[in-house]
């Protein structure tokens, strides 16, 4: 099996993850003003709420217990085509979407995202792909009026 | 107080019953309906996405759509648990427990027929218990201060974290997590950046469409992707005359109906245990109170009239502490919350008397919806078993569309599309880390709020943190903060003497894993 979380209990990783977001959060919530409890300035929440989540972070680690290694075993395999096309779809519908339009961008997300199943064909990828686009082109530019152009070149 | 709540009502029907609301309420039960057959959707990425095309509508329309796919889902979420064994709707995980066995004797459309009628019996009672309990806790928290309102808030976190699925420490976190996300933007008394990390993007805020569609868009797509649930239709042919269930169906779902019902509107005042936890509960109680227990798993009508009414009736009751506290009780309650926030209504205890139209519009609507559902569902049926077979490798992509139009759509904005991209990523690291994220989404909506007063309790205080616990001047509060204690204490408990070794915590009878097997 593919072990997902190797060296460590998952739960130390979840802990260390809570510690290092608290840790940010109170490291940029100090640089505003604290104030007091009475007259609280900007940052007096920011910085209890980090070190709560810190506090937090650490007992989810202490009390990793044996119990959640079945849960463990239960994770899904790497799934590295599927998840790199799903991150693929909004980027390319970002980036086509700011330089060349609706179209375009609509076309490209649904197509690469498609391909992140293993059972899609090339083909059924394009058909899915063109007729998501009309539809989505219609609607969001005809009917809603959505500002953003159907095809352009050079950005908006 | 009958007299006057039948006038309210009434002036609901009118609103509800305006054409133009009518409307936008049929389509929100039908796209509802829809997505709660679709195996892999689910109401809250529905919801989310929905909401950046309510901007520009009115607030009654807006919301009545909103609420609409929510309960609609419930009802399309049944046929795809009795169905296909399917328990992607967890509200409706146990009903797979004897709804597929009689699917397999053939008696599937019979269950669905019981579904249906119990799931209105529970929404009526849900329904009524809102028309009266709602403007006497709204008469209650009038009264309430910025203490109170803390106090409320914080329990109502504890009760969602901690009650929810998966462990309690990790909800919290999810909670934690949440009210910081919230903090991101502007501070509403100084104006001070705060969180931004520099990019003047942020300084509005997270967008609650970016981080519902990144948690429960993208990062479950990320989680679905290629797991291939296998599944058969080849039981789930139904036709409309095989719905009509018999004297002895009906006489033997009768009282599960009834208890269903009862059950899942006292589950729905209770903060944080929603549906899923009423329809757990009501099918333990079924089971036990039962002549013939071992009936159930194989096909037992009752495994399915009971916890489909206390589903429905929890749904409904769902909306009481969201609509008359302002304190959302689950995920798809706090997204309805942030979309009267958009909307520029403040959510609390005097929603009710500023804003009549939208609560009692609600309610009408409800009933309208709830009608319109057993239209839908009964005639159509044979459709909505057609829609069971289309195949998540189509449903995917087109909804990652939707996500990226849907996020851009509601500022024009596409830095917000790469912030959904970034908490989907970052919330499926969450998923695998074994964190349940749905109170991310009550900490976010709750968290400005629950700042604003925390600060204004503290002013009127003069920094005096025990004021929460005032017990002469502030005894509501009190007993608020007192509950949020038990609650804590009643989890440290409960994780002692699971590591005893040999002794189990007691665990509702079945769970999700054992209805999938």
Known sequence: MHKLFPWWKRDYYAGALMILLGLITAHEGSNYPLGTLNQMGPGYFPVALGILLMILGGLIAATATAGADAEEAALPHAEWRGWACIIGGPVLFILLGRTTGMLPATFACVFVAALGDRETTLKSALILAASVTVFGVILFHYLLKLPMPVVTWGGT | MIETALTDLWYGFSVAFEPHN?????????????????????????????????????????????????????????ICSILLNLPCHPPHAVTCLDGYP????????????????????????GITEMIFLAPALVSVAMKFGPAEVCSLMLLGLLAGSTLARGSPLKGVAMTVLGLIIGIVGADIET?????????????????????????????EFMKSINQNVKFDTKYANVKVRDMWP????????????????????????????????????????????SRTPERFGNGAIEGVACPEASTHSSVQGDFIPTMSLGIPGDTVMALLLGALMIQGIVPGPQLISQHPDIFWGLIASFW?????????NVPMIGLWVKMLAVPYKYLYPSALFFVCIGVYGANNDM????????????GYILLLLGFHPAPILLGFVLG?????????AMLISRGDIWVFVDIKNHPISTVFVGLSALLIVAQVVLWLRRLRPGERAPRIAATPSQAEG
């Not at chain 2, 969180?195 to 569609?213: C, K, P, R, S």
């Open chain 2, 22 to 78: 009518l409307m936008w309420c049929f389509l929100g039960v039908l796209v509802g309906n829809m997505v709660g057959v679709l195996p892999g959707m689910g109401p809250v990425a529905t919801i989310s996405i929905l909401l950046p095309l309510t901007f520009g509508m009115k607030p009654v329309a807006a919301i009545l759509m909103l609420a609409g796919v929510y309960y609609g889902a419930q009802y399309g979420g049944a």
């Open chain 2, 415 to 426: 830095f917000q599309v790469g912030l959904t991209l970034f908490i989907g990523v970052f």
């Open chain 2, 448 to 456: 400005p709020r629950f700042e604003e007063n925390f600060r204004r």
């Open chain 2, 368 to 376: 309208i919806g709830n009608i319109l559902l057993v239209i839908l």
């Open chain 2, 246 to 289: 018999s004297g002895a169906d009906i006489r033997r779902s009768f009282f599960p109906w009834i208890r269903g019902t009862l059950i899942g509107s006292l589950c729905a005042l209770i903060p944080g245990t929603g549906p899923t936890i009423a329809s757990f509960v009501s099918y333990a109680t079924e089971k036990k109170i």
């Open chain 2, 102 to 125: 009689l699917t397999k004797q053939g008696k599937g459309g019979t269950a669905l027929g019981i579904t249906v009628i119990g799931s209105f019996i529970g929404a009526s009672f």
């Open chain 2, 191 to 219: 104006g001070t950046p705060r969180l931004t990390f520099g990019l003047l993007e942020l300084y509005d805020g997270v967008e609650i469409v970016a981080l519902a569609l990144g948690v429960f868009g993208i990062a």
